[in-house]
């Protein structure tokens, strides 16, 4: 790489836009959209509804939560620095962080705005599970959001006071369920057993308790009179007009129980909008399980998703209270706090493109889980979108693309250096270790003082994407006795797929070695986390006992 090259990594001031985009405007979206603009922020803000307040109130909230709603749906519309796009559907999304361009049809219009980061707030909605227990939606029969908006109505709470209900809860048979959906059960719970008259019994699968103060609201509501059933399958139950009857066999009594409840509340599944999947496509964002917009990294937690500059929140990245929804907005105005600042950033390159070199096969793009690389006439690739994983790099065909940190000379020169010298009978092992795992777990392992090889050496890669299978070939061929390759764990790769890169380089490397008639046993893959200190001596210890045994 020529020095022209070289010289645009210098640091440089960068124009940053002040906007921010939010997508999805119900109770989280107009509460993101609300602290962005509280913090010297302009917002637009895009509801799939017609207008903010057409939309549902949030799951499992209180009347004292909904009531918090309507005042924030106010605020929201009499706050200039927030523009509404009513009905929007975001068609194009293009740019990087700081100067996204995006492109939103707007009750039929397309409006075009330009953004400095892009918060996706859609929300998770509620599928009822009546069928799973062959029941038909009634008055006396009805799904968990409808008894929730019941207990907000002064006059059905006066009309099941005044009956003296018995109200049996279904949950947990229909699905695994959540922390969350069960925290809306026993609150539910809690407002019946208050009722003097009332009854609430719980037919559950498994409590799933395992949230602040969940346990503790469980064993208040059995105080008060709840009753538990816990079984491992459904209660049968008969719905013959109004006539209702649940009944389930005990083991202890050996005889079946029966209960003719005045209401039976059924569970749900709550499950993620619809509109994640265009969205993910649209902005080049990771889809995680089951249509949520975060994959199970924990390198994207809290907030962020794989590109930066797009953050999720709330129901848009997994099922969860309104609570911990309000610490991710926390959590997500310090991050646009971080990228955009007052506006203006310093930023150096990461990685460098030789323009000469370059002939557009789009490669780089391709690979970058990013979202960090675009094109004019040759690739181009953001200073502030870059995370520096080096897969770009070691993916071009034609060797344009190198890291300001690890160019391949400084990377060849390390790999000589640690296989120089005398070997004293040692077999000399090669780690190429990614920075954010396996080389924290070497650093760990010496500083624990773990019995390591004496002929053990390092080189620190930012990333397992960026090792070349000519890095480890190299190695080889400056007299290595054996190469380890040490990248994160499936699904934990800061750069999400940089392990799959690294693992494909290494089954090449093995076919290459068979074909010269090289055993592969001098060359390993394997995966660690950063706190696997003993999992790390054991790897290199086993290769140079194999090693060993191998010259003996």
């Known amino acids: 790489m020529n020095t022209n090259t070289i010289r645009q990594t210098d640091i440089k001031k960068i124009d940053l836009t002040k906007n ?43 009347l004292t939560e909904n009531n918090r709603l309507k005042g924030l749906e106010k605020e929201v519309e009499n706050n200039t620095g927030i523009e509404i796009l009513p009905q929007s559907t975001l068609v194009e999304a293009t740019g990087a962080p700081g100067d996204f361009t995006l492109k939103f049809l707007s009750a039929d219009t397309l409006v075009e705005k330009k953004v400095g980061a892009v918060v996706v707030a859609t929300d998770i909605s509620a599928t009822p599970l009546n069928q799973t227990y062959n029941l038909s939606p009634a008055s006396n029969v009805v799904s968990l959001s409808e008894f929730e908006t019941l207990l907000r109505s002064p006059e ?13 809860f279904l949950l947990g048979f229909a699905h695994p369920g959540t922390p969350f959906l069960m925290k809306r059960i026993l609150n539910s719970v809690s407002e019946i057993v208050r009722i003097d008259g009332c009854t609430a019994y719980v037919y559950v699968n498994d409590l799933k ?52 409840p005045d209401i039976i509340v059924y569970e749900e599944n709550l499950i993620a909008d619809n509109a994640n999947v265009s969205l993910s496509e649209t902005l080049g964002i990771d889809l995680g399980p089951m249509g949520f917009l975060q994959k199970e990294n924990v390198h994207r937690l809290p907030v962020n998703s794989n590109r930066e500059g797009i953050f999720v929140v709330g129901g848009s990245r997994d099922v969860q209270s309104l609570s911990k929804s309000c610490t991710d907005i926390d959590n997500m105005v310090l991050r646009v706090k971080q990228l955009i600042g007052e506006g203006t950033r310093t930023v150096s390159a990461k990685a460098v493109v030789d323009r000469e070199k370059c002939t557009i096969c789009l490669t780089c793009y391709r690979c970058c889980p990013h979202g960090a690389i675009s094109w004019d006439d040759k690739a181009i690739i953001s200073p502030v979108a870059c995370q520096g994983c ?114 494909w380089r290494i089954n090449d490397a093995y076919r290459k070695l068979e074909q010269i008639g090289i055993k592969k046993d001098c060359l390993e893959f394997s995966t660690l986390a950063s706190n696997m200190a003993s999992d790390f001596a054991r790897i290199v210890i086993d290769m140079e006992r194999r090693i060993s045994q191998k010259k003996d």
Not at 32 to 61: E, H, K, M, R, T
């Open 20 to 62: 921010i985009a939010v997508i999805g405007g119900g109770y989280i979206g107009l509460k993101a959209a609300s602290q962005i603009s509280a913090n010297g922020y302009n917002v637009f803000l895009a509801p799939q509804q017609a207008a903010v307040n057409a939309q549902p109130a949030f799951p499992g909230a209180s």
């Open 156 to 168: 059905a709470i006066k009309e099941i006071q005044t009956g003296e209900k018995t109200v049996a």
């Open 209 to 260: 308790v395992a949230d602040n103060g969940l346990e503790r609201l469980y064993k208040q509501c059995r105080d008060n009179g709840a009753i538990y059933f816990k079984l491992q399958q459904a209660p049968m139950i008969k719905q013959e007009n109004e006539a209702l009857l649940v009944t389930f066999h005990d083991p202890v009594l050996r005889n079946d129980v029966e209960l003719n």
């Open 390 to 503: 080096g897969i770009c790099a070691s993916e071009c065909p034609m060797d344009a693309i190198q890291l300001v940190d690890f160019t391949d000379t400084e990377i060849v020169g390390r790999i000589k250096d640690a296989v120089a010298g005398e070997a004293a009978n040692t077999p000399r092992i090669l780690a190429f270790c990614c920075q954010n795992s396996a080389y924290e777990a070497a650093m760990a392992a010496k500083a624990f003082n773990y019995d390591l090889p004496a002929g053990l050496q390092l080189i620190k890669m930012p990333c397992a994407g960026k090792i070349d299978i000519h890095y480890i070939l190299d190695a080889l061929v400056e007299g290595a006795d054996g190469v380890l390759v040490l990248a994160c764990h499936p699904g934990n790769c800061q750069s999400e797929s940089g392990n799959t890169y690294a693992q």
